[in-house]
């Protein structure tokens, strides 16, 4: 097969659903398949809709790339147009068809994509509410070709939950789902279930292997101040307020009056976030550090090196850091929301979104019984290998592009 992906940014690029094109793009090349990925020449996040923050122009990658066997064209992303972002895109668009169109946009891709496209046996469709989903889609339509979505879904999120956006899936060939619970959600709001298949969400275990651990725990003492007998609590992610951050620096405000611990808070930080950071007291900020982006290898031996990690977020299609704890025997706490308690399963515990008070005490009383927490984290193992490496996710990806050629 040929395989065109669309998706609005790729590896080095951090996020989930970069992650899951990318692991899935190589598993299908390691298939036999032909896949090219179009995307945009971004980063970070906030250089959707405003220009980056470094005085260096110079695009942060590669226009054209080559990783494990699948081609990576990444085009200039197009900055919004005053006239068309608030008139055309907010007053008609989103106020009167409710159809979110904002961005990130790339013209420059929009008009270089056919040749890709012509070539294509099946074109996959990456994170609603993105707009490059509709380009691709109306594109796929009009050369006759199959397309298949994969909306990383989020129930309940304002953005996800448009009529435009149910849709549009159901207009797609298929619908790939990372979990039961979002098959579920998305069949109640109309989208055949004839359409969705479960694919899931993996991960490489070799690649969770620690690293020089003894240095990394120097450095943690030197740079973070992490001493012998203080506990480790990590959160990755993207920093935002619906991923729950605020609630877990309050949390373990409270924690640290009764037992020495530490907060490693390690992914892309927002304005959102910087400004909540340096509100701290520098008391506090001497338990929660601000790590900033690792690398692989950092993250890895940063897991390898904590007692729990904590998602504690509202919105989560599904958590694939939870699956990177685990491959590195670490067990977890997510919230009672969306995908999180059917992904965890006996594997960690939930509690309620928002709820410092219930989030405090999981912890406590989480780390006061060390034999729970090593029955979860190998659960959590256990889970890896039953289902969610890439091999497997690739294997059930390809089935569903087989059946919407033929």
Request: glycine share 8%.
């Amino acid at each position: 097969m040929k395989i065109v992906q669309f998706i609005q940014r790729y590896p080095p690029a951090v996020g989930g659903s970069e992650t899951w094109c990318r692991e899935v793009s190589r598993a299908l090349v390691q298939q036999g398949h032909e896949v090219r990925v179009l995307t945009m020449n971004v980063d970070h996040e906030e250089e959707f809709w405003k220009k980056r923050s470094t005085h260096d122009d110079k695009p942060p990658f590669a226009s054209v790339d080559v990783d494990e066997g699948v081609y990576v064209r990444r085009y200039k992303r197009t900055l919004p147009v005053f006239v068309l972002h608030h008139l055309l895109f907010k007053r008609i668009l989103d106020w009167k068809f409710g159809v979110l169109f904002y961005g990130p946009h790339s013209v420059e891709m929009y008009l270089k994509m056919w040749n890709e496209l012509i070539a294509a046996d099946v074109i996959m469709l990456h994170t609603l509410p993105f707009p490059h989903n509709y380009i691709g889609f109306w594109a796929g339509r009009v050369l006759r070709k199959p397309v298949v979505i994969i909306p990383h879904f989020h129930p309940g999120h304002p953005d996800y939950e448009r009529r435009s956006n149910y849709w549009l899936m159901n207009k797609c060939d298929a619908v790939l789902a990372d979990t039961a619970f979002e098959r579920n959600h998305l069949a109640t709001r109309g989208v055949g279930q004839e359409k969705i298949a479960v694919v899931g969400v993996g991960v490489n275990p070799d690649d969770y292997r620690p690293g020089d651990i003894q240095k990394l725990r120097a450095t943690m003492e030197q740079i973070w101040g992490v001493r012998v007998g203080d506990k480790v609590i990590t959160f990755l992610g993207r920093k935002m307020e619906k991923k729950g951050v605020s609630v877990l620096i309050d949390a373990i405000k409270v924690l640290h009056e009764h037992i020495p611990v530490k907060l490693i808070l390690a992914g892309p930080g927002f304005e959102w976030f910087s400004v909540l950071y340096m509100s701290l007291a520098s008391e506090v900020k001497s338990f929660v550090i601000d790590a900033g982006v690792l690398t692989h290898e950092e993250k890895v031996d940063l897991l390898h090196a904590t007692d729990i990690l904590v998602l504690p977020s509202k919105f989560e299609s599904f958590g694939i850091v939870f699956l990177e704890a685990w491959a590195c025997g670490v067990p977890v706490i997510g919230t009672t929301e969306g995908a999180a308690p059917e992904v965890i399963g006996d594997a960690g515990l939930t509690v309620p979104y928002g709820d410092v008070a219930a989030l405090s005490s999981c912890i406590r009383h989480a780390l006061a019984d060390p034999s729970k927490l090593r029955r979860m984290a190998e659960q959590g193992r256990r889970k890896i290998h039953e289902y969610h490496s890439w091999q497997m996710i690739g294997a059930r990806v390809e089935k569903v592009l087989e059946g919407v050629i033929a």
